[in-house]
């Protein structure tokens, strides 16, 4: 299994970081340990976690640099995937979730 971004990819993420675009932002900060990818449920991040992480109080902003980074990682074939549980009468239960996938 892939778990570690390349040279490539990191720098790509760390010149886009520098440039402050947040959804390289996202991913550094959310789903990277040094260049090792954070995978798996065990390891989703909520809403509100990301968005501390990046520093982006507004959830339009929030969620535009969650698009791209999703984006960014389709193109580089890993998958940043959400969860918004439901409970009875289709009521969501807490905040929506964020999880890294390779494949």
Known sequence: ???LVSPREEAELNDSVRAGEDWA???TAAFL???????????ARTEP?????????DRDRL?????????WCAEHGL????????GPGADTIGPRRYFM???
Do not use: K, Y
């Open 1 to 3: 299994m892939i778990d």
């Open 25 to 27: 932002r996202v991913i």
């Open 33 to 43: 340990d040094g260049t090792r990818l954070v995978l798996g449920w065990d390891a």
């Open 49 to 57: 976690e990301i968005a501390a992480a990046i520093g982006a109080a």
């Open 63 to 71: 969620r535009a640099a969650l698009r791209r980074a999703a984006r």
């Open 79 to 86: 998958h940043l995937l959400d969860f918004e549980g439901e």
């Open 101 to 103: 996938a390779v494949g």
